[in-house]
């Protein structure tokens, strides 16, 4: 996914699903011919302003309630990404169906050189938000091979600041992505958990412009399906992070249990104790078959050959300067 803004204060949410595949299961709904021309697809629509009644109150049809500080909402649902954040910003280009995440509607397949594009508005315009139309001043990405999530941003004098990632984003499985922006830092949580975090050191360029997600001219698409793609122009604090998780779909039901003190050390800085945060110590062998594996799992913290450290290890049973994976747990 490239996004393509600049911003102060903002927040991203996705679920996205990767996967190797050639051609979409909804491919042929690709060789349709649209006879309306999309650019004027909503100049012609009926805007109502407010709540419509029918047979006087007995049916109200009113609006979707509206989150704070939402700026655009696409579910890929309908024929086209349709904006269901009230501000028309609506994603130009047909988009091709895929399976959802949660089993309802769809979602949008960005494969091959597939992308939405969304021109510049009003609403995109802000103290705290705006998008840029030239250099990408926000880049929102996936590495290549290894599919961790990298966010770089552009400041003053042209510095190129950002992060990865600590866990690989899974092939073929649905993972919800949160990433966050405000003057002083970076934040990424994977499936409701904190991944990982910078400080910034300048200050993010503000210009106006558009925005595109999949494949553009400097960047290809990502190959995957994205579903709930929301952006809001305000920093969500972590318990807004945490409503955007389904423990029905990752199995991580406590977001706040655990989360990576170090992806490698030694034995001396696993038994440190400053590596992990008030209240979380070194995760217990019980800590680990209590749910602590399975989010290392499931975030792509550990691997088919990733050994990790307890608090419970024998000092006979690893070699010295050996590194593992340190996760801190929740007392």
């Known amino acids: 996914m490239i996004g393509t803004l600049s911003m102060f204060l903002f927040s991203l949410f996705a679920n996205v699903k990767l996967g190797k595949c ?40 009113t609006s979707d309630s509206v989150h704070k500080g939402l700026i655009a909402k696409w579910t890929f649902d ?4 349709l904006d269901h954040s009230s501000n028309n910003n ?18 949008g397949a960005f494969l091959g050189d597939i992308s939405g594009f969304v021109p510049a508005g009003d609403s995109l315009k802000s103290e705290q938000f705006t998008i840029d139309e030239g250099e990408e001043n926000i880049a929102i990405l996936l590495h290549p091979h290894v599919s961790k999530v990298s966010v ?8 190129n600041e950002g992060l990865s990632s600590i866990g690989y984003i899974p092939l073929r499985r649905w993972t919800n992505i949160a990433i966050t922006l405000s003057s002083k830092n970076i ?21 106006g412009g ?38 029905s779909i990752t199995g991580i039901s406590d977001t706040n249990f655990v989360y990576v003190g170090n992806y490698s050390c030694d034995y001396d800085t696993a038994k440190d104790k400053d590596l992990c ?11 680990l078959y209590n749910g602590a594996i399975h989010y290392a799992r499931v975030n792509g913290i550990i691997a088919e050959k990733s050994s990790l450290w307890t608090s419970d290890i024998s000092q006979n049973s690893y070699e010295a300067g050996e590194k593992r994976i340190a996760l801190c747990c929740r007392e």
């Open 22 to 61: 050639e051609k979409s299961l909804f491919h042929y709904l690709s060789e349709m011919s649209f006879y309306e021309p999309f650019d004027n697809l909503f100049e012609r629509c009926l805007r109502i302003p407010s709540t419509v009644c029918v047979g006087g109150t007995s049916t109200v049809i």
């Open 277 to 287: 945060k008030k209240n979380f110590q070194l995760c217990s062998s019980f800590d």
């Open 187 to 207: 934040k990424i949580y994977i499936n409701g958990v904190y991944d990982n975090s910078v400080n910034l050191k300048s200050k993010v360029i503000e210009k």
């Open 78 to 81: 309908d024929m086209y990404a």
């Open 90 to 107: 609506h994603m130009h280009k047909f988009v091709k169906p895929a399976p959802s995440f949660n089993g309802h509607g769809y979602s």
């Open 152 to 159: 770089r941003v552009i400041g003053e004098d042209k510095s």
């Open 210 to 247: 558009n925005v595109t997600i999949g494949k553009n001219d400097h960047y290809s698409s990502f190959n995957g399906y994205l579903d709930e793609l929301y952006f809001y122009n305000r920093h969500l604090n972590k318990s807004e992070i945490k409503s955007f998780s389904m423990p």
